[in-house]
Structure formats: C-alpha cells, structure tokens
C-alpha cells in the first residue's frame, strides 16, 4: 500500500478530505512545543482551518526530546491523517503542519524559528510537568531542566528556557514579540506560564524580564477534544478506509472546543470564523472544563482501572460507577463552579456524561490515569479545597484521590510500570503501605509537591480520605455502595 505524502494525495479514497489550500505558499507563522496526539488532533487542525481562509499559519512542531514524531511525519511531508470518530467516522489530511523538528539535534533551528519576525504565534501542549512548577505554581529552580536552563540560557532544554532565548534574540533585535499560548489542562495556564517564563528571564537580564511582563501576552485557554492514543487498529482502519497508509494517524471525537482569551501582542487569524471562541473571562469555562470533564476522567480512571474495566465506555457502562460520576459533578463539583457564568451546567454535564460513554471510542483508562501527581492537583484538590471553605462534605470527592493510592499501591505491589513523574516516590510510598489507612494516607502526605498543607492539615478532609481509602480495601462496588 503507498503511503501518504503529497505526491501520493490523488490517491486517497475521494471523500477523505485534504488540505484546501496553496500548502507551498503558507508560510510558518506557528511554531508549537509537544507534538503529540492532542496538538494534532487540535491545534493542528484549527491552523489547518485558518490555512484554508488564507494567512501564513503553518506551524513549525518541536518535540524537546523525543525523535518520533519527526521520523514518523517527515518522510510523509509532515502530513497526516485524522479520524473524527462517530457513529460514522470522517477522515481528513492536516496540512498544517510543514516542518517538524526534534531534540537537541535541531536545537539552533528552533531557536531561529522563535526569533524568526514571521514568527508571530507559540503554542504547546507539554503536560502538566512539561511546565517545571511547584505546587505554589512558581517555577521550580530546583528542578535539573530549569537550573541547567539558568547556567546555560543560549543552549535551553526546557521549554521555558527555549522561551525565554527565543524571547531575548527578538528583544534585542527589536522584533515585536509573539503570542504564547499554553494549550495543556492547568487552572490559569496563561498566567503560570507567563509568571514562569517572567521568573527565569529575571535571572539572566531584568531588562529583557520587565519587556516580557510588558509586552509578551500569555493569553488563558482551554482546550477540549477526547483524542484517545494511536494504536494499531487504528493504523490498518486508516489505511483500509483511507486508501493510503499513514505512519502515525491521529484519532479524536468529533466535538472539540478552543477558548482563548483575547490577549495577543501580534497577529492571529481570524479565529471566531474558524470555530475558535475568544473571550474576555477565560476562567469560568476552564474551571468548568477541569473540574467536570477532567475530574471526573480521573476519577473514572482509578476506579474504573480497580474495577478491572480497561476503557472509559466500559467503565461508563457500570451503573454504579457512572451514577457515582453524575452525582460527584451534579453534587459536588457544580456548586464550585461560576453560576454567573451563562453555562448552562445540567446540560455540559449531560453532554460530558454521553461523550464519555461513546461506545465508538476506545479510550484506554491506563492513558488517563498517567501523571496522577500532577494531574490531581487541577483536576480535583481545588474543587475538595473550595468544598472544605464552604463547610461541605467532601466524602464523595476523596474517593477518586484514595482510588489513585490503591491504583499506586497495586502498581507497586505487581510492579507493572507507573507512568508519572514522581513514579519513584510513589512507589517507594507504595511499597511502604500496610493495611492501616491512616499510615498510609500519611505516607502519600509527605508528598509536598503534590499535597499543599491546605489539605494535609485538613482534619475533615483527612477523616473522609481515611475512609474512602479503607472502603476501597472491599472492592469498588463496595466502595461505591458504602460512600
Ligand atoms: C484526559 C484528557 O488523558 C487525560 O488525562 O482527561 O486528555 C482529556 O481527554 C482531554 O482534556 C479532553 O479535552
């Protein structure tokens, strides 16, 4: 079977559809961090949206460490295919992307693309822990990528320190700045990420700091689209409904939703007329967005994952744990959330509820419940700590967080591998634990990145996490039933 590349376009069974615009004459005015499935599935997408209403907004895609994207993409013109599953599944080949850079090795040529004028937009999708942030959500100094970022700010190997030199070479060449948009599930993405790059400038050159608190716009957004991982399956459907094989194939729902604040310090699309909401107040459809589609996933992640189901409509599909899920957004979530906002909440919920049950996709619980350390600490202790302010039982909310230290604890007593980046911590912790719910939970306590004293010193918040993780030792039905 030949495989996808632009000589090979005509090809592709007719109703794919394919890049609807002079791909050569699109120049790279995008230059994105972390292109895995998420940014392909949509970042990638909307950019191929806006190439096709005209403007240079190719995107230039860097992986800091790993070769794989660009190996995979590179002998196939960076091209790839996207599935939008439904009842009926759509293909369609992204263009957007024009060149793909990786690692160390191509270091220079991604630095030149930052301080490159044509330049005008950055964005990335690194994960929580791509960012380098203590728990206070400060840069962490004390991180190796950071502190050797600080001793050699012209060769950066984090993605703040690529900022930041990117930054500098514009500052001193006197070339406008471009936008930084944060596209990973942090509350306040923009402003952590701006504080961050701000903090490590500050330790090269107050100068270039002060012109980047002044005149760098790191726009808050939220992003949203279930974009399960490319698998096999995936590859041999692709090849057989799209008429040509495809390294790496990208899959999501077919609903997906970009909101960003409308903060740029240089050009952008046209992004309303391209499906993209640009709003004053990013902060109540984030929070909304975290709080009931990215708490919940976790939440099914670690019990679903304990209860033996292996992929979220599986887990759906368990009455108990999917009426257990409602109740926790309806109940206990919901009441966190901005009433003003003019989010018609019973109804995202719904919807959030059905997206998940989709029995179309098969999106692996073992994917989600990846970086729990990092992940929790959005996805749920805010809600647990606004619930706690407000006198309200947090019984229900600790389930999830006890759930994630069974799912540790089994990972350190099978010793199959846990995928996260304080996974040495954890099982060592893991390993340490006993029968006795109290010793246990306090050894996850000492967990200060993770845990903030808000909670660990919280004596409602301790009984509840005691008891939901002792339920737990009877199984999750249990669980469920005596919560
Ligand atoms: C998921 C998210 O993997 C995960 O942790 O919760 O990736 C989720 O699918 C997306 O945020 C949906 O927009």
Redesign the pocket.
Known sequence: MPTLSITNLPLLRADVARPAYDRDAAGIGVVHFGPGA?FRAHQAFFFDEALAKGGNWAICAAALRSTEVRDALRPQDNLYILAELERETRYRVIGSIKETLAGPGDRAALLDRLANPDTVIVTMTVTEKGYCLKGDGSLDFDHADIAHDVANPLHPVSLIGHLVEGLRRRFKAGTAPFTVISCD?LVDNGHKLGRAVAALAERQDAGLAAWVREHVAFPRTM?????PATDDALRVRVASEAGLSDNWPIQRERFTQWVIEDKFCNIRPDFASIGVTLTTDVSAYDRA?LRL??GP??TL?YLGSLAGYETVAEAMADADLAGFVRRLMLEDIRPTLNQEAGIDYPAYIDAILARFANPGIR?LLS??A??GSA?LPFRLFGTIRERLAAGAPVDHLALPVAAWMRFVRAKAADGTKLTDPLAEALLTIGRACTNDAHRDVSGFFTLDQVFPPALTGDAAFRAALERAYALLGGGVKAALQGI
């Open positions: 998420f599930n992003v949203d689209s279930i974009t967005k589609l990215n996933h976790s992640a999106h994917q989600i990846w970086d992940k």
